[in-house]
T-cell receptor
Framework: ETGVTQSPTHLIKTRGQQVTLRCSSQSGHNTVSWYQQALGQGPQFIFQYYREEENGRGNFPPRFSGLQFPNYSSELNVNALELDDSALYLC????????????FGPGTRLTVL | TQLLEQSPQFLSIQEGENLTVYCNSSSVFSSLQWYRQEPGEGPVLLVTVVTGGEVKKLKRLTFQFGDARKDSSLHITAAQPGDTGLYLCAGGRQAGTALIFGKGTTLSVSS
C-alpha cells in the first residue's frame, strides 16, 4: 500500500509569485485535504476535495485554490504569494465516510522571501 | 479562537518519567485523533477515539476520550527518548469533515 506523497519537498519563492504543490493520495482513498502549518502551530485546514469538487473550505482567501484529478491526486495553487504564506503545507487523504482519520504526507516546506 | 486547547505547550522530562497531555474544548466532537509529528515530517496517526468515556491503549500510551466528547488526554508511562516529538490532538465535528487541530505539545525526553 502506497502512502501519501507530496512534491516538491522544499520550495523557495518571492513575494507576488505563484506556486503549485502536488499530492498523491494513499491507495484506496478518495478524499484529499490540504492544511497549512506555520512554525510552532498546529495544522490549519485550507480545503478538502471529494469527487473532484471542493467539499469544504477553511478561513483562507480565494488566492488559495485547488484541484482534484480522476485518480484522486490533488494540487494546491497559491497566487500572489505573501511572506506569511511561508509554512509547511500538508496533504492528507482518507475515505470520505471514515471517522475523520486522515493520513498525512511528509509536507512541502514553502519559504516566501 | 482556538477550539482545541492543548496543555502543556512544552514538556521536558527524564527517561522513565510518566506524563499526561491534555486536549480541551467547549465543543463536542464526533471523534478525536492524536497524532505525533517529528520535525520536517507530516503528522502520524496514533489513535482515534469516538465513544464518550472510551479508553485505548497503545503499548505505553493510554488515550482517553471524555464522557461528554469535549476533551481527551494522552498518558505516557515510562517515557523514552524515542517518544520525543510534537503531539497533536485533532477533532472532527462530523464524519467526513475537516479536522480541527490543537497547537500541539512539544515533548522532549532526555536519557
Amino acid at each position: 500500500e502506497t502512502g501519501v506523497t507530496q512534491s516538491p519537498t522544499h520550495l523557495i519563492k518571492t513575494r507576488g509569485q505563484q506556486v503549485t504543490l502536488r499530492c498523491s493520495s494513499q491507495s484506496g482513498h478518495n478524499t484529499v485535504s490540504w492544511y497549512q502549518q506555520a512554525l510552532g502551530q498546529g495544522p490549519q485546514f485550507i480545503f478538502q476535495y471529494y469527487r473532484e469538487e471542493e467539499n469544504g473550505r477553511g478561513n483562507f482567501p480565494p488566492r488559495f485554490s485547488g484541484l482534484q484529478f480522476p485518480n484522486y491526486s490533488s494540487e494546491l495553487n497559491v497566487n500572489a504569494l505573501e511572506l506569511d504564506d511561508s509554512a509547511l503545507y500538508l496533504c492528507a487523504s482518507r475515505q470520505f465516510r471514515d471517522y475523520n482519520e486522515q493520513f498525512f504526507g511528509p509536507g512541502t516546506r514553502l519559504t516566501v522571501l | 479562537t482556538q477550539l482545541l486547547e492543548q496543555s502543556p505547550q512544552f514538556l521536558s522530562i527524564q527517561e522513565g518519567e510518566n506524563l499526561t497531555v491534555y486536549c480541551n474544548s467547549s465543543s463536542v466532537f464526533s471523534s478525536l485523533q492524536w497524532y505525533r509529528q517529528e520535525p520536517g515530517e507530516g503528522p502520524v496517526l496514533l489513535v482515534t477515539v469516538v465513544t464518550g468515556g472510551e479508553v485505548k491503549k497503545l503499548k505505553r500510551l493510554t488515550f482517553q476520550f471524555g464522557d461528554a466528547r469535549k476533551d481527551s488526554s494522552l498518558h505516557i508511562t515510562a517515557a523514552q527518548p524515542g517518544d520525543t516529538g510534537l503531539y497533536l490532538c485533532a477533532g472532527g465535528r462530523q464524519a467526513g469533515t475537516a479536522l480541527i487541530f490543537g497547537k500541539g505539545t512539544t515533548l522532549s525526553v532526555s536519557s
